[in-house]
């Protein structure tokens, strides 16, 4: 029958055009962000490596994670506010607290976020946390971590570590990315996107400049402590873009349902 | 054989005729722009001159049952894209599915494919040609002239010809 033998020709060429497109977009290196493109060889190691790293920096920062879960349910709640808006992540994404008197909040390569409960404290409003957690989320659907590390060590000791199975490997390498930040631009994309992203689930883009302001304040006192302005620069800079983009928004802000100095109060005053 | 049935040549096909024709694919145009919210509108549309001008002749019935028939795999795809889209962003309020922009191009790649096929199919028709799509032109041809049809005897050029097997 040659309208089957058609059938099947026109079937075939849209499996084909389908498959094509599907191909092109899964392994195009830069379809997160065409900025920090590679080549695909290289995109295919670093994803398998940053797959290795994840299960590995996961089992290291999970023993240290808060685990009450009053705690995990106040942040699943303003993650999950922020997160319908964000862009695709290579892997699901995970927040982690962690009980330190650490300001800061990091980015690590899998897709593990850390926010350390002194950055909680500092903040006055869910809506602040959830601009800090918007940035780092920008950073995640960035792949900036991944490159971050890769411009530090390069990619043949990233392999070497994630290759490794010892915890005091993990423990090191942890570490140096806590201490390590980002490019000058890959912070004003993220705070570009973070903006974006608050700005899409009606949240005031102010909520970030207040939160980076909040950070900046504290600087004098506690810099022992600080970490995130060290890790995040031109803070000022940041501050005025985000006060600029509030500025132009015109939505309507949208309260983030949580007790916010309830949950912050969760947090032990070790600072 | 019926006899009766005839593939008409370009210059036996009268003027109004090759209008209407022509004017099934236009259809797909110009609710293609109404449609793009709505995916399946443009699909009525051609339903809809389909049903009002099937009786006309063969050669309308064919080009109009062809333009709607043919729309059926791009409204398929653009029904998943826009109902992806939808149920995602506005009933569940979710992110959308890591396959949705791929999804959306490989559906406008489509679309634009058919656009173009259906532009070569309404200038045919303008002249009173036959243009056959994959599968539908045959469903088309099967079901308005069929296995009998015969061309006209004579000795002038014969442009419009059955699909192959037929």
């Not at chain 2, 309404?122 to 799509?133: D, E, P, Q, T």
């Amino acid at each position: 029958m040659r309208i089957l033998r058609e059938l099947l020709l026109l079937l075939g060429l849209m499996g084909l055009v389908g498959a094509s497109v599907f191909g092109v977009w899964h392994w195009w290196p830069s379809h997160h962000n065409a900025k920090y493109a590679q080549s695909t060889s290289d995109n295919l190691i670093e994803k398998r490596t940053e797959g290795r790293l994840r299960i590995l920096l996961r089992r290291e920062v999970t023993s240290d994670a808060v685990q009450d879960p009053s705690v995990i349910e106040g942040m699943r709640r303003i993650q999950e506010r922020i997160v319908t808006a964000a862009g695709p992540t290579a892997y699901p994404l995970e927040v982690f607290v962690i009980d330190s008197p650490t300001v800061n909040a990091v980015c690590l390569p899998g897709d593990i976020i850390l926010v350390y409960s002194g950055l909680i404290r500092r903040m006055e409003s869910a809506e602040e946390l959830a601009a800090v957690l918007a940035h780092e989320i920008a950073h995640a659907s960035h792949g900036d971590s991944m490159h971050a590390l890769e411009r530090e060590l390069g990619m043949a000791a990233i392999l070497t570590l994630a290759g490794g199975r010892s915890d005091a490997l993990a423990t090191r390498l942890l570490r140096r990315l806590i201490s390590s930040g980002f490019s000058r631009q890959q912070e004003q994309d993220a705070d570009k996107e973070a903006t974006r992203i608050l700005a899409s689930v009606d949240i005031d883009p102010a909520a970030l400049s207040d939160s980076l302001r909040r950070m900046r304040q504290v600087d004098a006192g506690d810099s022992g402590v600080l970490q995130y302005v060290s890790t995040h620069p031109d803070i000022d800079a940041r501050i005025k873009t985000a006060e600029a983009v509030s500025a132009a928004w015109k939505g309507k802000s949208r309260p983030i349902n949580i007790d916010w100095q309830q949950f912050r109060s969760q947090f032990r005053v070790l600072h | 054989m019926n006899s009766s049935i005839v593939l008409p040549q370009p210059d036996e096909v009268p003027k109004r005729e090759k209008e209407d024709a022509m004017a099934a694919y236009l259809m797909n145009f110009a609710a293609w722009g109404a449609g793009l919210p709505l995916p399946s509108l443009n699909l009525i549309a051609a339903a809809l001159y389909y049903f009002a001008n099937r009786r006309k002749s063969r050669f309308v019935a064919f080009h109009c049952f062809q333009a709607f028939s043919s729309q059926l795999p791009t409204t398929v795809l653009n029904v998943i894209a826009v109902g992806t889209f939808i149920d995602f962003q506005i009933i569940l309020d979710k992110p959308l599915p890591s396959f949705f922009w791929p999804y959306v191009i490989f559906a406008v790649f489509m679309n634009v494919l058919y656009l173009g096929v259906s532009i070569y199919a309404c200038v045919l028709a303008a002249k009173g040609r036959v243009y056959y799509f994959l599968v539908f032109g045959r469903w088309a041809y099967a079901k308005y002239y069929g296995p009998n049809a015969m061309p006209l005897e004579g000795n002038a050029p014969r442009p419009n010809l059955p699909p192959a097997g037929f």
